[in-house]
């Protein structure tokens, strides 16, 4: 009679069974070490080009603010617009504004004050037309009107136009620095 050979099961020592799951969990760190600095990798290349991508978007205001209609006009009011004087001492007060006649601006400007530090200023030229002797704007009230025939109305508080103001233009805005009771008005 044949005997069939016999398969011995050796047991693995306790030293072999621990070697391995030491093993085992080494590459299964090591994997997820890796894994993380992949991440990590990833997570500042995405950084880097999210800043390359906002400064290749960014650009001055100048180009945005470009209107055929009006001229570019540099100009700066420096230290004329004082607010302890008699003639600006309504700036103190939110709502009240004040308009300066050419050379500031093209046919002027008027500034609003909003209140705290907050100015807004903006030409008084009506955007929407070339500049001729009907262009200039008259402010009455919070609103500046055209005297063209179409009667273009904008709003002074945030440059909008009024419905029924033909054209595509907000008023030009002109930037607006305030340092204590000096309020620089420029372009």
């Known amino acids: 009679m044949l005997h069939k050979p016999q398969f011995i099961k050796h047991k693995k020592s306790r030293s072999t069974r621990l070697s391995y799951k030491y093993t085992k969990y080494l590459s299964q760190t090591t994997f997820c070490c890796k894994l993380q600095t992949e ?23 100048d180009s945005a603010l470009y209107n055929p209609n009006l001229p570019d006009y540099s100009f700066d009011t420096g230290t004329l617009i004082n607010t302890n004087l008699p003639l600006y001492n309504q700036l103190n007060f939110a709502g009240n504004y004040i308009t300066l006649d050419s050379p500031y601006g093209i046919n002027g400007l008027v500034l609003y004050y909003l209140g705290g530090t907050q100015y807004v200023a903006y030409e008084l030229s009506d955007p929407n037309h070339p500049i001729t002797t009907c262009s200039k704007l008259d402010v009455n ?47």
Do not use: H, W
């Open 141 to 187: 009230g919070l609103i500046a009107s055209c005297r063209c025939d179409d009667g273009n109305s904008y709003n002074i508080i945030n440059g909008l136009p009024e419905t029924g103001t033909t054209g595509g233009y907000t008023l030009q805005p002109y930037r607006v620095e305030v340092s204590g009771s000096i309020v620089r008005v420029y372009n």
């Open 39 to 61: 991440i990590s990798t990833m997570k500042k290349l995405f950084f880097i080009a999210l800043t390359v991508l906002m400064m290749v978007n960014c650009t001055s205001d």
